[in-house]
């Protein structure tokens, strides 16, 4: 009983890297990240591209720690404010960073010459309210 519980887990094991290596994405959470249903990279303002999300939050402030905390090659406040999503979200959530023109009316469009912002979505509000009050 227990060679064929490992036998099942190593063919379990199999399906499952020969699946990711299908799609390019090196762990599950990749995977979940580059093909998410709620989210569609092809919008052209914010609301479009996280369709599926309850609320999503802007970081603006050019003196937040995500853009002034660098370390080698990567942001270490982003790092921070990951992982207190990672330890604090009751529902799904992601960042992404876009560049972004913002019109008269407060609306994010996506361009190819404005600001680059990180932009945090949640699919339960609860979270993005905390998150603000957080961050």
């Not at 970081?59 to 999503?85: F, Q």
Request: proline residues 4%; neutral net charge; glycine residues 6%.
């Amino acid at each position: 009983m227990q060679l064929f519980k490992r036998l099942a887990d190593s063919v379990a094991a199999w399906k499952e890297a020969r699946f990711l290596k299908k799609h390019h994405c090196r762990t599950r959470k990749e995977y979940e990240k580059v093909y998410d249903t709620k989210m569609n990279p092809r919008g052209r303002t914010i609301d479009e591209i996280y369709f599926g999300y309850a609320e999503w939050v802007p970081i603006d402030n050019p003196r937040h720690m995500i853009y002034t905390d660098w370390g080698p090659g990567m942001s270490l406040g982003l790092e921070h404010v990951a992982t207190w999503c990672d330890n604090n979200c009751r529902g799904a959530w992601r960042c992404d960073w876009h560049q972004v023109d913002i019109d008269s009316f407060g609306i994010y469009h996506q361009s190819c010459m404005g600001f680059d912002f990180v932009f945090f979505a949640f699919t339960d509000p609860r979270d993005a309210m905390m998150f603000r009050l957080r961050w």
